[in-house]
């Protein structure tokens, strides 16, 4: 079987290492996993989490009154962390999700990069386009998902600003102008049906606790801070602990075969995955 999610890594290392744009990223601190998703269905094809955020600030739920307006009652404070992931004894501060079997059989028709690329004529070109496209999200300064600049020289909210996704096309293009062995990715060349036909079936790294995966959580402030005057009175919410995981390692990891409609956990008998 193709151990699909070996070949992104592999993929994206050389990426980094040919396209200077990105060539800051170290592939040793970033865990391409793979999740679950249909073809045909609405939803990501790969997503970029970051791990390296700092805790927030403190802050409160509060609920208020649907016809006065008035807060009626809060929760007690909390900040939001983020999980530490360490493999093999290293630290990793991006995740990076491919959505399995969706991700491979996605085509440039009637896609926002679509007329980036009106010389293309190979689907697979899509899959490439969406690699680098979460490469690009990694943060120079690893200060969270990159923040895309405006012709202003000011930030956008939006992470895929107006520029975002020329400039992905652009990054494809330097990887390709750049000759790299087409072993690397020719994978990409073949939809799902094909991959299954060619190797026998279609494998991933994901976390053991399927469908679930690192993400940030609450935790409760030990110390509470007080309120202010306009708050005094309301009713408190006492906190009700939801148990997440906040360290994981490759311990929390296994493999997954992933089907059109499902996946299952899998358990090689012989040496039968293509790296």
């Known amino acids: 079987m193709i151990n699909y999610t070996e070949r992104l890594t592999l993929l994206m290392r050389d990426i980094v290492s040919r396209v200077p744009a990105l060539s800051f990223i170290d592939m040793d601190e970033i865990l391409v996993f793979a999740r679950f998703g249909r073809v045909r269905t609405d939803g990501a094809f790969a997503t970029c989490h970051c791990l390296c955020l700092p805790p927030s600030d403190p802050g409160y739920y509060f609920w208020r009154d649907r016809h006065t307006g008035a ?7 909390f900040i939001t962390k983020s999980p530490v992931v360490t493999l093999h004894g290293r630290e990793m501060k991006y995740l990076i999700s491919f959505s399995l079997p969706r991700f491979i059989d996605q085509s ?30 990694v943060d120079p300064d690893q200060k969270g998902i990159r923040r895309i600049e405006r012709s202003d020289g000011t930030f956008s909210a939006n992470c895929h600003g107006p520029q975002f996704f020329e400039q992905v096309a652009q990054m494809v293009s330097d990887y390709l102008d750049s000759h790299p062995d087409p072993a690397v990715y020719d994978f990409l060349r073949y939809d799902f049906t094909s991959l299954n036909g060619r190797y026998g079936g279609v494998v991933g790294t994901s976390f053991r606790a399927f469908p679930s995966y690192p993400q940030r959580y609450l935790e409760r402030l030990d110390e509470q801070p007080a309120c202010d005057v306009s708050m005094q009175g309301v009713e408190v919410e006492p906190w009700r602990p939801i148990r997440r995981r906040e360290h994981y390692t490759e311990a929390d990891l296994h493999v997954r075969q992933f089907m059109f409609d499902t996946s299952r956990r899998f358990v090689a008998t012989r040496p039968d995955l293509a790296a």
């Open 108 to 137: 440039l028709e009637y896609s926002r990069k679509e007329r980036f690329y009106r010389r293309a004529s190979d689907s697979w070109i899509a899959k490439l386009d969406t690699v680098v496209h979460e490469l690009y999200h």
């Open 71 to 77: 807060i009626t009652r809060r929760s007690e404070w």
